[in-house]
């Protein structure tokens, strides 16, 4: 054999061995990695279902502790929307003080040029007129179509029947259109609609005559003077709504006060008076309560140039906004950008918010308002 062929196949065998043993060892470094994960997803599978028996153990007890508050406003809710509907009524006195209910029969058409036939008026007092109307209409069968259309000027303050796919075109906005009966021919449409006078919108009528019953009583005995007092901003002394602190941003400078265990913001809003309050001749909102507002930090200096911490409601922030928080925050966060810009050619771009503190925060059993619910009693 020639020494050429015998270095060859002992350079084969070699090759061939430095391959096996390679994929050897690509085989076992797989089995370990599969080892690897099929031992650590164990692990995190017991850690995935310890973090969901922890999730579902604050959400039993957040959801033990809100059952007695919700109580407490579902109590409190008819008082408080009987008294915001007495305010609804005394305002839409005054939209329609001296109008009369009007319907312009005209204002029905029937479409592609079908029959329309005027029946007569079916309900009509000082507010509302609904009168009958039957058309022709597609169906193969039952031709004809009985409608109750009107108008009320208590629109506003109830949902009265406003059907679609009517065989007509009526030129009034939020105009009472109901569809009642079809039947083969006019004639019985007639027979019919005499027959069931009384009783063609029943239903609507007692939910009609129950919100004018309520809105006549409220006219009649109230006036918006008797609820000045909540259709206004509170008027509260400094005193009594002390400034805690006024954070300036590079776009605006906002004061926030203390009244009654809730932050106030500086800031002109259209809204819910309640909400309000007003402190020498400036308004302020209900933000939140003080363990509400949170410091939040975001940016990105990893692959971008940009660092922020904000201040809001936010369920998400770290830690309560407080002096201590807020000083703690932005002196590790100064240090951190500090520590980065010293290895980077450009800068971090890092400007949060100047806070000027002013009164001290109260403690937490302080802050939550100790007034007691007014009486009901005697109360429009």
């Known amino acids: 054999?020639?020494?050429?062929?015998?270095?060859?196949?002992?350079?084969?065998?070699?090759?061939?061995s430095l391959i096996a043993e390679k994929e050897s060892i690509k085989d076992g470094a797989t089995r370990q990695e599969l080892d690897s994960e099929r031992r650590f997803g164990k692990e995190i599978e017991v850690i995935r279902e310890r973090q969901?028996?922890?999730g579902n153990r604050i959400r039993e007890k957040a959801k033990a502790l809100i059952a007695p508050l919700e109580q407490g406003i579902k109590e409190l809710a008819p008082w408080i929307q009987s008294i915001d509907q007495k305010i609804t009524f005394l305002k839409h006195r005054k939209k329609i003080n001296g109008k009369k209910p009007q319907f312009d029969d005209e204002s029905v058409e029937a479409y592609r040029d079908r029959k329309l036939v005027k029946l007569g008026i079916l309900y009509e007092d000082e507010f509302t007129i609904i009168k009958l109307f039957a058309a022709e209409n597609e169906r193969p069968k039952n031709r004809w179509t009985l409608m109750a259309v009107g108008n009320t000027l208590l629109r506003e303050l109830l949902d009265l029947p406003h059907d679609y796919g009517l065989p007509i075109h009526i030129d009034?906005?939020?105009a009472i259109q109901k569809e009642l009966k079809h039947l083969p021919t006019l004639e019985e449409i007639q027979v019919y609609a005499e027959k069931s006078w009384k009783t063609l919108i029943l239903g609507d009528l007692a939910t009609y005559k129950g919100v004018k019953e309520r809105y006549l009583n409220t006219v009649n005995n109230y006036t918006l003077e008797d609820f000045k007092s909540i259709l206004e901003p509170r008027k509260v002394s400094?005193?009594?709504?002390?400034?805690?602190?006024?954070?300036?941003?590079?776009?605006?400078i906002q004061e926030y006060r203390l009244y009654r265990g809730f932050y106030y913001a500086e800031k002109e809003v259209e809204g819910d008076p309640f909400n309000h309050i007003e402190v020498d001749d400036i308004l302020y909102i209900r933000h939140c309560r003080p363990d509400q507002l949170r410091i939040m930090e975001t940016g990105n200096t990893m692959f971008g140039n940009w660092w922020s911490i904000s201040i809001s409601k936010d369920s998400r922030g770290h830690s309560v906004f407080n002096r201590e928080n807020w000083e703690k925050t932005i002196t590790e966060a100064k240090a951190r950008i500090d520590e980065l810009n010293s290895k980077r050619t450009k800068p971090i771009a890092f400007n949060p918010p100047e806070v000027v503190w002013i009164t001290p925060i109260p403690r937490a059993r302080d802050v939550q308002s100790s007034t007691p619910l007014p009486s009901t009693e005697g109360s429009p």
């Open 172 to 174: 009034t906005y939020k």
């Open 238 to 252: 400094d005193q009594d709504a002390p400034v805690v602190f006024r954070i300036t941003r590079y776009d605006s």
């Open 1 to 16: 054999m020639l020494p050429e062929i015998e270095a060859y196949i002992r350079k084969r065998d070699l090759k061939t």
């Open 52 to 54: 969901y028996e922890e």
